[in-house]
């Protein structure tokens, strides 16, 4: 009988890996980004009925947009261009047009923009940005009490 008394042993050694690893990962668990998109979610859920009609207004108004990030120059300056047309297709002007373009890939700060009409009726800004690579627009347009939401992602290379 002694000679099979490796047997519980060698059951409970194969455990010690298993634990290892479980330990490794519940580590990079509680030191990883907890996936959480906004510090108000509970709040945004119970604004959706609120969201939903500013969406129908806007489809209403019949806007559209179309935006730019270009190249200038050395480095990652770029010029933001947006134009802003109504429903028969010409270019809104007077509007204010502001908000921010952010990094969805990595925590870079945020860059807060307010473009300015050219004379050409659309809008722009030079941004001077930290890196190449994805960003995405968060725009507001606004003349009177009317607004258009523009999120769009845009890519500097």
Do not use: C
């Not at 030191?31 to 009609?53: C, E, K, P, Q």
């Not at 473009?115 to 890196?131: I, K, T």
């Amino acid at each position: 009988m002694t000679s099979f008394r490796w047997i519980p042993w060698a059951i409970a050694a194969t455990f010690v890996p298993v634990l290892a690893i479980n330990g490794v990962l519940v580590e990079k668990a509680l030191h990883s980004s907890t996936g959480l998109v906004s510090d108000r979610a509970f709040d945004t859920g119970n604004d959706y009925n609120r969201v939903i009609a500013a969406g129908r207004k806007q489809q209403e108004l019949g806007w559209s947009s179309e935006i730019s990030l270009t190249p200038t120059g050395s480095g990652h300056h770029a010029r933001l261009v947006v134009t802003m047309r109504d429903a028969e297709g010409k270019n809104l002007r007077g509007l204010s047009l502001n908000g921010r373009l952010y990094s969805p890939v990595d925590p870079q700060p945020d860059q807060a923009i307010q473009l300015a009409e050219a004379e050409d009726g659309s809008y722009g800004q030079e941004v001077d940005l930290p890196r190449a690579g994805q960003w995405d627009a968060q725009l507001m347009a606004q003349k009177g009490e009317d607004s258009f939401s523009i999120v769009e992602r845009l890519i500097l290379r």
